[in-house]
């Protein structure tokens, strides 16, 4: 079992930058990989990033490739999400997840993930 909860959500001025906290919970952490997600209101959670367990692969959605960076720090059961360059479009719940056995192309798939966190909001104001 594996309990996660995120920090680092706020309000923030277009152009602006966040970092997104992932505390886990458990001795198992660096066994999964972790991804993120985001919902905006009316629409479905959609991928943002992945980071494998060991930290050297990661993974993002074209639409934030090159503005977001996800890493972790296993020693502290940790995984973050930088955000820079943020976007109205940006704005969502962010929620991080946890994989135990990650399968080809399932992290970018919310069903890939068995554990998730109650989320954090982003707001970016134009």
């Known amino acids: 079992q594996v309990h996660l909860v995120e920090s680092g959500g706020g309000l923030v001025q277009a152009g602006g930058s966040l970092r997104l906290s992932c505390a886990a919970s458990g001795r198992t952490f660096s066994t999964y990989a972790m991804g993120w997600f985001r919902q905006a209101p009316g629409k479905e959670r959609e991928f943002v990033a992945a980071?494998?367990?060991?930290?050297?692969?990661?993974y993002y959605a074209d639409s934030v490739r090159g503005r977001f960076t996800i890493s972790r720090d296993n020693a502290k059961s940790t995984v973050y999400l930088q955000m820079n360059s943020l976007k109205p479009e940006d704005t969502a719940v962010y929620y991080c997840?946890?994989?135990?056995?990650?399968?080809?192309?399932?992290?970018?798939?919310?069903?890939?993930?068995?554990?998730w966190g109650q989320g954090t909001q982003v707001t970016v104001s134009s």
């Open positions: 997840a946890a994989s135990r056995n990650p399968r080809l192309g399932s992290l970018y798939y919310t069903w890939g993930y068995d554990y």
């Open positions: 980071i494998s367990w060991s930290g050297g692969t990661t």
